[in-house]
C-alpha cells in the first residue's frame, strides 16, 4: 500500500492523518454535546485547521511528484509525462479518479475550514457542533477512501523512466482548466 518514494510517504501519511483528525474532531464534538461540555465543543472545531493542513500536505506533495516526474508512484505514471510541458503535468493532478477525489479532499478541508472559521463566535452551539460532525464525516469518508482504496501515493508495480501523459483533452488548450470526460463511450440503444 505505501509507496517507497519519500512522495509517497509523505503523501500517504498526510492521508492518515486528516483520517485521524476528522475521526477525533467529529468523536471530541459527539463527547461535548453528550456532556454538554462547552470546552470541548470549542475545541472540537479546532480540528477543521487540521483536516485543511492534511489536505494541503497531500496535494502538494502530489504536485511536487507530478512536476519532478516521480515515477515511482503508479499515479504518476499513469498522467505524467517527460514530453509535456510543466503546466500540463500540474493539471494532470485532476485527470484521473485518483487525483480528482485528491483535489476534492482538498476543496472539502477548504470548506471545513471556512465553516469552523465562520462560526467561531457560535462554537458553543450544538447546532454548529452537529454540522462540524457532518463535515468532519464526509471527510473521513474521502480520506480513508483515498489512503486505502484509490490511492494516489501507491507505488507502481514496475520501474519506469516515462508515463502515458495527461488526457489528450487536456495538452494542447484552454480545455487545461476542466475535468476531461471519460474516454470510453457508451451507446444507448
Known amino acids: 500500500m505505501l509507496a517507497t518514494s519519500l512522495n509517497g510517504y509523505l503523501g500517504s501519511s498526510a492521508l ?8 477525533f474532531g467529529a468523536f471530541q ?6 456532556q454538554h461540555d462547552t470546552r470541548l465543543l470549542r475545541a472540537g472545531s479546532r480540528y477543521a485547521w487540521g483536516v485543511l493542513g492534511a489536505a494541503v500536505v497531500a496535494f502538494a506533495v502530489m504536485e511536487r511528484a507530478l512536476i519532478t516526474r516521480d515515477f515511482s508512484l503508479k499515479y504518476v505514471q499513469q498522467v505524467g509525462s517527460t514530453k509535456t510541458p510543466p503546466l500540463y503535468n500540474v493539471t494532470a493532478l485532476w485527470t484521473a479518479l485518483e487525483g480528482s477525489i485528491l483535489l476534492w479532499v482538498l476543496v472539502l478541508g477548504g470548506y471545513i475550514a471556512a465553516v469552523a472559521y465562520r462560526y467561531r463566535s457560535r462554537r458553543e452551539d450544538p447546532l454548529v457542533s452537529w454540522a462540524m460532525i457532518v463535515l468532519y464525516a464526509i471527510a473521513a469518508f474521502f480520506f480513508a477512501l483515498c489512503a486505502f482504496w484509490t490511492n494516489p ?3 507502481a508495480a514496475t520501474a519506469a523512466t516515462e508515463g502515458r501523459g495527461p488526457n489528450p483533452l ?5 480545455l487545461v482548466l476542466f475535468h476531461p470526460r471519460p ?5 444507448w440503444g
Open 16 to 23: 492518515l492523518v486528516g483520517l485521524a483528525v476528522c475521526v
Open 29 to 34: 464534538l459527539l463527547l461535548g454535546i453528550r
Open 153 to 155: 501515493f501507491q507505488a
Open 170 to 174: 487536456l495538452q494542447n488548450h484552454v
Open 183 to 187: 474516454s470510453t463511450s457508451v451507446t
